[in-house]
């Protein structure tokens, strides 16, 4: 069964430093997003990516943030300088979308754990 | 504006019932449900759509109200897998937002 893919696992970075989370999602989607968990707390929308632009994004996807589709497969998701609360788990999530996302389901991958110290 | 889960947590016995509610102050087209399990990604259980299509797995069940903005997700005879962190979504645009959870144990 095809599944989105996240690398790497886990990052550790300074405050300061400028970190790229990176996905394959699932290669017929069309929808490509991004989510962040907090240990402990709910799953919070960060951005969601469609026909090589941002469809949407919350209130957290500040300037600090960028979405990327360079190629025909990755998405990637950058961090410029990172802070203390920027660490979370980062999600992608792709939908196949054909006619709308609502009507399908989000695949996640299986996260980035991102430590900034 | 997120949806509201309750409860917010419930502890099983395995064979045991459980049912887990979602409501929103908006209109809702759709909504979807997950099963998270601690230190995993988030895994598609069900949407249900506007007008009564539902799309899941077999062995989950869930209703939609339309009128009250509510939804609710049935486990019936619990099992010990069951247990985990249960979000609604609610789909608003292009985006999904969850509610806080529901943290859901099954005990033998």
């Known amino acids: 069964e095809p599944e989105v893919t996240q690398t790497p696992s886990h990052q550790v970075t300074q405050m300061g430093q400028e970190v790229i989370l990176r996905c394959v999602p699932i290669s017929n989607h069309l929808y490509f997003y991004w989510y962040r968990q907090i240990l402990g707390q709910k799953v919070e929308f960060l951005v969601s990516?469609?026909?090589?632009?941002?469809?949407?994004k919350s209130e957290i996807f500040d300037d600090q943030f960028s979405v990327e589709r360079p190629d025909g497969s990755n998405f990637t998701l950058k961090i410029r300088s990172t802070k203390l609360e920027d660490s979370a788990m980062y999600f992608c999530a792709s939908n196949l979308g054909q006619g709308g996302p609502r009507y399908y389901e989000q695949y996640f991958g299986p996260g980035t754990r991102l430590t900034v110290t | 504006q997120q949806p509201v889960q309750s409860p917010q947590a419930v502890i099983l016995r395995e064979g045991e019932d459980a049912v887990i509610n979602c409501s929103s102050s908006?209109?809702?087209?759709?909504v979807h449900w997950y099963r998270q399990k601690h230190g995993e990604a988030p895994v598609f259980l069900m949407i249900l759509l506007k007008g009564g299509e539902q799309k899941g797995h077999e062995k989950i069940s869930a209703s939609f109200n339309e009128k009250k903005q509510q939804s609710s997700l049935y486990l019936t005879a619990s099992q010990l897998s069951y247990s985990g962190t249960y979000f609604c979504g609610t789909d608003q645009g292009s985006r999904l937002t969850f509610g806080e959870g529901t943290q859901l144990t099954v005990n033998p």
């Open positions: 990516f469609y026909n090589n632009e941002i469809s949407e």
């Open positions: 908006k209109a809702l087209y759709s």
